[in-house]
């Protein structure tokens, strides 16, 4: 329970409850990603059964969500040199050989996407504990960045389908273990989380709308002991968002992501597209797989576009 008229004492007190600071020692870069060890890697691998893959990732072009806040737009790919150019004899090249090349420019968080530790600050304090103007700085992540994990982040995806949840619905510990019920799963140690509330589905079929930054279903700030105490190693949703919106506070901008990437360590995917594979899923009943899901090793950054696979 909290009072949704102090944000600041139910997140200090939710960070108390659930800190991971110094659980790997104090030089630790990685947060939950611990968890995913190579034996959980190698145990998620035998869940391979058919073969069939789907691709978790939205198309990155400028059709996508976003409208602009906060400088996020959505992808723009300009070609260098194309076919045209070829045929006009205009690239330099000898002997007939022609091709393409091109660019793409967006923010690294505008699509499908992971938040890396060094995304969220708690009053100045990144994971761990450590000073954020010493972690994150003009030349980027220099402790936390999103190249520490290129290489871990694939094992046991789960998949908690919740339908077509109306905007503003809140998710709680309940119903999240009401769904792992359902379909008949065990979620644990090292597993990665995709909860799907069918707001991308919706947005597709009505417009995007609002759909970047505005109301939305998502994990209530209850669920802050939830994702601590099952040890989790990542969760991602369909939303922009990840938690409920609008907030469950009078005054809030996203709190539950104050404590869960600070505190918990915990890594959150964003804008994932889930649809094919819930119907997959409801269709043979089995809602576990082979997932991976490595974010682009670029140096300092605080997120990564992501294309993830599940593959059953």
Request: charged share 20%; hydrophobic share 40%; aromatic share 8%.
């Amino acid at each position: 329970m909290f009072s949704r008229s102090d944000p600041e004492g139910a997140i200090a007190a939710a960070a108390k409850r659930c800190s991971n600071w110094g659980r790997w020692g104090a030089d630790d870069v990685r947060g939950t990603m611990n968890f995913l060890t190579d034996e959980k890697r190698r145990q998620a691998a035998a869940l391979v059964r058919r073969g069939v893959s789907f691709s978790l990732s939205q198309s990155f072009d400028a059709n996508g969500p976003q409208k602009g806040w906060r400088r996020r737009t959505n992808p723009v790919h300009t070609m260098l040199d194309t076919g045209t150019d070829a045929a006009a004899g205009v690239q330099g090249f000898p002997h007939g050989i022609g091709g393409a090349d091109d660019v793409i420019a967006m923010p690294l968080q505008c699509s499908t996407q992971w938040d890396g530790l060094g995304h969220i600050f708690d009053h100045g304090v990144a994971w761990n504990g450590r000073p954020a103007g010493e972690v994150v700085t003009s030349l980027g992540d220099a402790v936390t960045g999103i190249e520490t994990v290129a290489d871990v982040i694939a094992g046991r995806g789960v998949l908690l389908d919740f339908g077509d949840l109306p905007d503003g619905f809140a998710i709680t510990s309940a119903h999240l273990e009401e769904r792992i019920d359902a379909h008949g799963l065990s979620v644990g140690r090292g597993d990665i989380v995709l909860v799907r509330t069918g707001q991308l589905a919706r947005a597709r079929r009505d417009g995007w709308g609002d759909y970047a930054g505005g109301p939305a279903p998502g994990l209530s700030f209850t669920t802050a002991d939830w994702l601590h105490r099952t040890e989790i190693a990542a969760i991602a949703t369909d939303t922009w968002g990840f938690e409920v919106r609008p907030n469950e506070f009078d005054d809030a901008f996203q709190p539950l992501r104050q404590v869960a990437i600070p505190h918990i360590g915990l890594f959150l995917g964003e804008m994932w597209d889930l649809d094919a594979l819930a119907a997959d899923c409801a269709a043979d009943g089995v809602h576990e797989f082979w997932l991976t899901a490595a974010p682009l090793p670029i140096t300092g950054a605080v997120g990564s576009p992501v294309n993830p696979i599940a593959v059953k």
